[in-house]
């Protein structure tokens, strides 16, 4: 898995911007679905794309619990600590330093210094009695990595000395023998790589990161806690080997064990500067001996990816010098351990691809000529072409190509614009035509009156003199609030109108629909709806005013045939009864 690497990607942290790829000195990052992941068998692991990370989805893999465990374990544990503490540490005497890392559990503190003083002594050795036209340096493990994986035709000009941090580790187990545990705290994650390839050396490897969240997790503020007597460096106090975390510290330090008047001693730091200086160069075309210090980090290990930074690179150099204990003249230094046996990394091997691959592999991302080759390095990769020899090789996809996907888009947009059957405008905060279709242009400057001759349609026209109602738009850019009008009428003009923000008090859009016609013809239908209407109520009024005179002459009828009946009966009855006197 990857996150047992020394540098790793947490996934879903990482935004697609590609940072990485364009600081990795190495383009050792893989591209799926537009997340970035380590390609561990490319990476040489010095850490900057650590630091470059600006949502921090890049990690240093978390040993803090293996060094917990160990101090559970083991009895003796010694914190190997890197020089360049000085400068994590600037306002932190070393005895309290000491004394905290002591409170955590350990049994002892070491500088890291005094195994690079082992080294300076053994290449010192080599310089003198050597005749190399070209030596590079070990020190520094990611630098190693870089030139032997590569520059393959410069890995034998390294020197076979172990790093300075497993010399030290040498150097404590022949004092205090193979039983004790060994943690190195320091700037670099390179140095986890080395615990990796070398357990039987060293146990575990922290950064001065680590280092911190410890003393925050044990509540342990190294300022306030008190030093005891014995809280001094084991086995002793270093010398000239704490200036190796400045640049040209390691030149400086073998140049007190002796006359070197015919090499030359350079120092390059940086991978970039490594391969500039080194890519090409052969032994015979050089005119005196150079030693060449390499260093992976720009400022060396005193701003390593895993330091703070909290000040500025000048003032932990000038810290570096200031703690440095270097005796007056010559040092007569002697190797006390055995400390050759460098680990050796195979190159990697160079992929060929034919100019038909990379061209087809171009077309990918719309280079279809020459002149498509912007090499604007959006991507990350410094041309379109190592970008095409990544795609082929699986590293990299075709949406990485900025250029490509704002040209699709564009394209895309183009087309929405052109079969859209509405008016659409895009505007700006001065309300300034960006964007129109062919219809907005159709609609509101039918005569070409504002269109400009030097840029397409009505781009960077005034919008208060092409549409009468710009105030909307004016509204939408100062509040934010989209706008929906269904029927707008303006002087004999009737619009549907949608305006909606695109970017908030920055430009907006609208669409927009004559309907006059259509909201004429209904209106139209409206109007006759209600004729037919108006007419039918009358009809029905008059129906019931005739159908209430037939009803009152009925009435009239029936009460007369009824007094005429009741009459006739009175009068026979009259005529059938005796009269009596």
């Keep these: 898995m990857e996150e047992r690497k020394p540098v790793y990607t947490e996934k879903t942290e990482c935004q697609d911007c590609y940072k990485c790829v364009r600081k990795c000195p190495v383009k050792a990052i893989e591209i799926e679905e537009g997340r970035a992941s380590i390609a561990s068998e490319l990476c040489i692991f010095c850490g900057h794309c650590v630091d470059v990370c600006s949502v921090k989805a890049k990690k240093v893999r978390d040993d803090l619990r293996r060094a917990k465990m160990l101090l559970k374990e083991k009895k003796q544990v010694i914190a190997a600590i890197a020089p360049s503490y000085v400068g994590e540490f600037a306002d932190l005497p070393t005895q309290h330093l000491i004394a905290a890392l002591k409170r955590l559990g350990f049994w002892a503190a070491s500088e890291t210094a005094l195994g690079a003083q082992q080294v300076s002594a053994r290449v010192a050795q080599e310089l003198e009695h050597g005749d190399a036209k070209l030596t590079i340096s070990s020190a520094c493990p990611a630098a190693v990595d870089f030139v032997q994986k590569y520059l393959p035709e410069q890995a034998d000009y390294i020197t076979p000395v172990l790093s300075p941090l497993l010399s030290h580790c040498r150097l404590l187990r022949k004092t205090f023998g193979d039983d004790i545990g060994i943690v190195f705290i320091g700037p670099c994650a390179a ?81 970039y500067s490594i391969n500039r200086a080194l890519s090409g160069v052969k032994t015979e075309d050089l005119n005196t001996r150079v030693f060449v210090e390499i260093l992976a980090c720009q400022g060396s290990c005193v701003h390593g990816p895993c330091t703070s930074k909290k000040r500025p690179y000048l003032l932990d150099e000038l810290e570096v010098y200031s703690r440095a204990r270097i005796p007056d003249g010559r040092i007569e230094r002697n190797v006390l351990v055995e400390i050759d046996g460098l680990h050796r990394e195979a190159p990697l091997p160079v992929p060929h691809h034919s100019e038909e691959q990379i061209r087809k592999a171009l077309q990918q991302v719309g280079s279809l000529k020459e002149e498509d080759e912007l090499n604007c390095g959006g991507c990350g990769y410094d041309t379109c072409r190592t970008l095409a020899a990544a795609l082929l090789t699986g590293r990299a996809e075709p949406s990485m190509c900025l250029s490509h996907l704002r040209k699709l888009a564009q394209k895309k947009a183009n087309a929405l614009l052109r079969c859209i059957p509405m008016s659409v405008v895009i505007v700006g905060a001065d309300l300034r035509v960006i964007e129109c279709n062919d219809n907005f242009i159709g609609m509101f400057d039918e005569e070409g009156i504002f269109a400009g001759d030097d840029a397409p349609g009505l781009e960077g026209a005034c919008l208060e003199k092409l549409v009468p109602f710009a105030d909307l738009f004016e509204r939408v850019l100062d509040d934010g609030n989209d706008i929906q009008c269904d029927a707008l009428h303006i002087d004999n003009k009737i619009y549907n109108v949608t305006i909606f923000t695109i970017e908030t008090n920055l430009v907006v859009g609208g669409v927009i629909l004559d309907v006059t016609d259509t909201e004429m013809h209904r209106e139209q239908i409206a109007q006759r709806a209600k004729q037919v209407i108006r007419k039918n109520l009358e009809t029905v009024q008059e129906i019931a005013f005739r159908l209430g005179e037939n009803m009152a002459d009925t009435e009239i009828l029936l009460r007369s045939l009824a007094y005429g009946f009741s009459s006739k009966e009175a009068k026979v009855r009259e005529k059938e009864e005796p009269h009596v006197s």
């Design 191 to 271: 140095k986890k790589r080395e615990a990796d390839r070398h357990p039987d050396l060293l146990d575990v490897a922290l950064t001065f990161q680590d280092l911190h969240r410890w003393f925050d997790e044990a509540g342990i503020d190294p300022t306030w806690v008190t030093p005891r007597e014995g809280d001094c460096f084991v086995p002793e106090v270093s010398n000239e080997g704490a200036l190796y975390p400045v640049e040209g510290g390691m030149n400086q330090t073998i140049n007190l064990y002796g006359d070197f008047e015919d090499v030359r001693f350079m120092t390059l730091a940086g991978v």
